[in-house]
């Protein structure tokens, strides 16, 4: 079985993450006061970085110092895993899983006799989330479209995100993607479903691939929409947001997946 070299993303500072034995890159190094942080930490203002940048950009700071100052240290064949703080990928389905025994049932090699190019979380369905949230994000939205009160069905990711993240700023930023993807991702955004978190196990030059092409495009969008006043959760990591929906189209479209248990610890484990 090949090894995954497992990495975790955070941008606070929780006691657990020292005992995993994995990789820990804190996100929006730059920011912050770094003797509060563990020596051993991975910070992502080190290198080539866009740690000035994480405001806006979430955990793309820390995906961007990956991809340019770690990968380069891995074979195309080595197995990469992206966890976060509170989201980690796991050997079974264990409703068990808690921090003190988090660090035993990690995923720390590709399962023998699997074909795949990438582990992914089971999928976002939209119309399962809850409606009192979905109203109270999107008031306006359903103004727009009341229909939608009484078929949640039509709920797309496109339309989520108008409901949570800014009113058709997906839409926009799909036309900013090259021509190879543009058209495929904005009958994507149609669908209903979506690989969320940015957590993903793949092996190196499929990460590359995908960063090449996403980082590119968040460049292009953080120029369309630089004149957005990026303010509260729904808005304020706008990149980060894009991002996540376009990797669950990256995964689907260039590579063979296979969704793979993860756990996510409750705030009150941590």
């Not at 995906?63 to 980690?88: A, Q, V």
């Not at 980060?240 to 990256?250: G, I, K, T, W």
Request: proline fraction near 2%; include cysteine.
């Amino acid at each position: 079985m090949s090894t995954i070299h497992n990495y975790c993303i955070t941008g606070k500072n929780f006691n657990f993450l020292n005992n995993l034995d994995i990789n820990i890159i804190l996100a929006g190094s730059d920011g912050k006061n770094l003797s509060d942080y563990p020596d051993n930490w991975i910070k992502d203002n080190n290198g080539l970085n866009i740690s000035n940048k994480n405001k806006n950009f979430g955990t793309l700071s820390s995906h961007f110092w990956l991809w340019k100052n770690k990968l380069k240290d891995y074979s195309d064949e080595d197995w990469i895993g992206i966890n976060h703080y509170r989201r980690f990928w796991v050997k079974k389905d264990n409703n068990d899983i808690i921090v003190s025994n988090l660090s035993d049932n990690i995923l720390r090699e590709i399962p023998s006799g699997e074909n795949f190019d990438a582990l992914l979380p089971e999928k976002i369905v939209m119309e399962n989330l809850k409606f009192s949230k979905l109203f109270k994000k999107g008031f306006q939205n359903y103004i727009r479209k009341p229909s939608l009160l009484f078929n949640r069905k039509k709920i797309s990711i496109e339309l989520h995100f108008d409901l949570f993240h800014g009113y058709k700023y997906l839409s926009e930023a799909a036309k900013l993607l090259d021509s190879n993807d543009r058209e495929d991702f904005i009958s994507y955004i149609k669908q209903n479903s979506f690989h969320g978190f940015q957590i993903f196990v793949s092996k190196k030059k499929i990460i590359n691939d995908l960063y090449e092409k996403s980082f590119d495009w968040i460049f292009r969008c953080e120029k369309r929409f630089s004149n957005e006043i990026l303010t509260g959760y729904g808005k304020e990591r706008l990149y980060d947001f894009f991002a996540e929906r376009y990797y669950s189209f990256y995964f689907e479209k260039y590579t063979k997946t296979k969704i793979w248990p993860w756990v996510m610890l409750h705030k009150d484990m941590i």
